[in-house]
């Protein structure tokens, strides 16, 4: 079970942190982070982080969002800086074993940017 924080309502170029607790059958190695979706578009990789450290982000928010979990307390916490408009979803945390094509969602928690 993932229990997803920290969404809300911003203005262009402030900061925004969520958060992710995983509970239940965690096991490894396992790969947890966050996904997005805005009105009318698929749901898109936006950073993830594998217990053993490697992360992956999407080119867009490179250099803006930064992915970090804590693996003793199987939480992730993603640092949205610079936040511009076109952020504006509905943000999704994920956790799958690392082997796995299955992946596990929280409930989504929205992201709103004002320009």
């Known amino acids: 079970q993932l229990q997803a924080s920290g969404g809300g309502l911003v203005q262009a170029g402030q900061s925004l942190r969520l958060s992710c607790a995983a509970s239940?059958?965690?096991?490894?190695?396992?790969?947890m982070g966050w996904y997005r979706q805005a009105p009318g578009k698929q749901r898109d990789l936006v950073a993830t982080?594998?217990?053993?450290?490697?992360?992956n982000y999407a080119e867009g928010v490179k250099g803006r969002f930064t992915i970090s979990r804590d693996v003793a307390k199987n939480t992730v916490d993603l640092q949205m800086n610079s936040l511009k408009p076109d952020d504006t979803a509905v943000y999704y945390c994920?956790?799958?074993?690392?082997?796995?094509?299955?992946?596990?969602w929280g409930q989504g928690t929205l992201v709103t940017v004002s320009s």
């Open positions: 982080v594998a217990n053993w450290g490697m992360t």
């Open positions: 994920s956790y799958k074993l690392a082997l796995s094509t299955v992946t596990t």
């Open positions: 239940g059958d965690i096991r490894n190695p396992n790969v």
